[in-house]
């Protein structure tokens, strides 16, 4: 017989931040050792000092990616923003079919809120807006766009409505166009899928690809 208690449920509106790495398990099959060691420098050296910074804490580990938890969606936004900048730089020289990029999605709502983990219809959507995002990218509701237009330092793309898997209603989401461009925008018009700076940026890091490989592991430990 199960005893009846009366278990308090603690809520809290909240900023949700949900991420995980694109092509994950690609990555670990190529190079399980280099993929975890880079993985574990980025979370500790650009994903925690960003989330702590701005007043967040990550609630979950999920192996591939995380949650945390912001008292607002301009605090999630910015972190996001910060940590993904700062991977970037910390990525560039590696080969473009090796190099890990997380995938951002921030939806603002009623949640229960405990010390290792974070439940409600709102981490499900933080979740699923994942699932759109670009690599490197963050999609948000429009929940948090309301709250954060204006006020962090980034552009927003209108994706319309997006229809979710065991997600009752559509969810407007908004793709951030980060160092001044984004995919979403570039495929409103005819022209070439690339700029000559990206293709350029690629084929040197093609052709010093066989130099970096080398002191991967080193280079990254350090």
């Known amino acids: 017989m199960v005893e009846d208690r009366l278990i308090r449920v603690k809520r809290s509106l909240s900023a949700i931040l949900a991420a995980d790495v694109a092509g994950y398990s690609r990555l670990m099959h190529h190079d399980e050792e280099a993929t975890y060691v880079k993985l574990t420098v980025l979370l500790a050296d650009a994903v925690t000092p960003a989330i702590s910074g701005h007043g967040g804490r990550i609630v979950k580990n999920t192996g591939d990616g995380f949650l945390a938890v912001f008292p607002s969606a301009v605090q999630a936004v910015r972190a996001a923003v910060q940590f993904q900048t700062r991977i970037k730089e910390l990525t560039i020289a590696d080969a473009e079919d090796m190099r890990i990029a997380f995938r951002v999605g921030i939806n603002v709502g009623d949640a229960i809120v405990e010390p290792h983990d974070v439940f409600g219809d709102c981490v499900n959507v933080a979740a699923r807006l994942v ?14 766009y309301v709250q954060t237009r204006g006020k962090v330092g980034v552009e927003f793309v209108d994706m319309g409505e997006q229809k979710f898997k065991n997600i009752a209603l559509p969810v407007r989401a908004y793709a951030a166009v980060l160092d001044g461009h984004s995919r979403l925008r570039k495929s409103s018009h005819a022209g070439p899928a690339f700029t000559a700076e990206s293709l350029h940026r690629c084929a040197a890091i093609r052709q010093s690809q066989r130099r970096h490989q080398a002191g991967l592991l080193r280079r990254w430990r350090h």
Do not use: N, Q, R, T
């Open 131 to 144: 699932s759109i995002a670009e690599p490197g990218g963050i999609c948000i509701s429009s929940f948090a």
